[in-house]
């Protein structure tokens, strides 16, 4: 059967199976691990079988197979699973290969290396089982070259009559496994398994990340408000009570003539303080509203109109006369006592003293009375300044409380917006990677679609190439009939 009857069989199975895409040089590559004796063997074979071209790995091109193939390897020690590889690739269109332990004159233990090879080869692929194998020693260090096995084997796998029949119908072998390789690979996918992994597990990142996100912004907004309103109500309560005891101060030093305009006074200073928390709480709500990056529209509250009535210094008519009455005692006492006194000392002015004692007198009396007025005055001021700073001190708590209310409504409609902004970004975000995540499972479905379609026709062709490639019975491990 020729190579040309081989095709026919077996694109009779499907014409449409892909080829091998090689062509066949009539050489003989002679390859191997590193330092296995390649070179000494390529040499030997050379100059005992001129009438054959022999080459090394590098000499022979790409996608051109050789006819036959040497596969050394030295007795130092047994095949390890590199070298497997480096012979499946070396021989994969290659069907007839022979495996050559070299070194045997300095390795007394070639035989069971040889043997071991054969296993570990036979073990590797079925295809190796039926592998010649022979020992040689291409450029000895010890004794006579000993290549004789070698060349007869060369020469028979060489002259073997199926040699170009299976030769292809291992190229067959090797191409369909590589389709079949291909439609399996497609399925796994290439990186597309952690793709996918990486894409869910980005998913679920940004899912969490946005929950997250979202109870640390509430969080914030709720901690910045409730800082807001202890340090605003406590800067309320702080001026009031400083201008509280200002006031108090200025009331214990105020006189008859100032009384007039002290309580002008006091209005202008609540209406002072008033604008300061005003402006105050306006800077600290902007500064929560800069910090969490949400402008707060909240206007200020109307106005607030302090109503301060007039300080009570009504007339007090009781306590005048009682004053009026103790100081009248206390000045006549003076009087009495003094013009005692005069009489006593100079009994000459007893009528002089007398006048000047009442004078006296009279005078005390005003002065008492006087005094007492002004003091009693002061006290009503101080209490009138205490009541109006606490009733100051509660509407600016209130104003402040509502104000901070308004705020906290205010910054909670940006947070929504925001939040209902973020959301968008997110479900963009999440839509990209489902469409990827769908993506590649069209792409898995597609692949395993066209492997289902493909890979029964190329089963039913690998089995007709290896049905023709298995040794028939009664023959050698070259396939020449015993
Ligand atoms: N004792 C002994 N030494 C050998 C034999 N064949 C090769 N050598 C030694 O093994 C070493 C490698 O030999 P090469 O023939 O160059 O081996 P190679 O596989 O071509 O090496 P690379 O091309 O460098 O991978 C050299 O030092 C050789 O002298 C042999 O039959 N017996
Ligand atoms: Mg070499």
């Known amino acids: 059967m020729s190579e040309a009857d081989v095709d026919a069989m077996v694109l009779a199975v499907d014409p449409e199976l892909p080829q091998p895409a090689i062509a066949r040089d009539d050489v003989v590559l002679v390859t191997g691990p590193w330092l296995a004796g390649a070179t000494g063997v390529i040499n030997a074979l050379r100059e005992r079988l001129p009438r054959h071209r022999f080459v090394e790995a590098a000499e022979i091109r790409a996608g051109v197979a050789p006819v036959a193939m040497v596969f050394v390897v030295s007795a130092t020690a047994p095949l390890t699973e590199s070298d497997c590889a480096l012979l499946d690739a070396s021989a994969a269109d290659t069907d007839a290969v022979i495996g050559v332990v070299t070194k045997i004159d300095v390795h007394r233990a070639w035989r069971q290396v040889l043997e071991a090879d054969r296993t570990i080869t036979a073990g590797h692929a079925p295809r190796y089982a039926a592998m010649a194998w022979v020992g ?26 199926s040699l170009a029949r299976r030769n292809r119908l291992r190229a067959w072998e090797n191409r369909l496994l590589g389709a079949a390789h291909h439609y399996e690979s497609e399925v796994v996918g290439e990186g597309r398994e952690v793709r996918l992994a990486a894409l869910r597990e980005r998913r679920a990142a940004e899912v969490r990340r946005a929950r997250l996100d979202k109870t640390e912004r509430a969080i914030a907004v709720r901690a910045q408000m409730q800082q807001a309103r202890l340090q605003l109500s406590y800067f309320a309560r702080n001026r009031c009570a400083s201008v509280r005891t200002e006031l108090q101060e200025d009331a214990a030093s105020a006189t008859r003539r100032t009384f007039g305009a002290f309580t002008d006074y006091v209005r202008r200073r609540i209406g002072e303080v008033v604008e300061e928390v005003d402006d105050g709480t306006a800077q600290q709500l902007s500064q929560v509203g800069l910090e969490l990056g949400l402008p707060i529209e909240c206007p200020a509250p109307p106005a607030l109109a302090v109503e301060v009535p007039a300080a009570p210094l009504r007339s007090r008519r009781v306590e005048t006369r009682l004053m009026a009455l103790l100081g009248a005692g206390f000045g006549l006492g003076v009087a009495l006592t003094l013009s005692r006194l005069l009489a006593d000392l100079a009994p000459q002015w007893t009528a002089a003293g007398v006048v000047a004692c009442a004078v006296i007198g009279v005078l005390l009396t005003l002065w008492v009375v006087g005094t007492r007025g002004l003091l009693h005055d002061r006290a009503v001021l101080d209490r009138w300044v205490a009541g109006g700073t606490s009733g100051l001190r509660a509407a600016l708590e209130e104003r402040v409380a ?48 066209e492997r289902d379609l493909h890979m029964p026709v190329i089963e039913r062709a690998l089995a007709v190439v290896r049905v023709e490639l298995a040794p028939a019975v009664g023959t050698d491990s070259t396939n020449r009939p015993i």
């Not at 004794?143 to 796998?157: I, K, R, W």
């Open 136 to 161: 040689a020693a291409a450029a000895p260090d010890l004794g006579a070259q000993a290549v004789d096995d070698l060349v007869a084997a060369v020469e028979q796998a060489v002259a073997t009559d």
């Open 402 to 449: 509502s104000w901070v209310l308004a705020a906290e409504s205010a910054l909670g409609i940006a947070a929504a917006e925001r939040d209902a902004a973020q959301s968008v970004r997110v479900d963009q975000v999440l839509a990209g990677i489902d469409r990827e995540i769908h993506q590649l499972a069209v792409t898995r479905a597609h692949a395993v679609a």
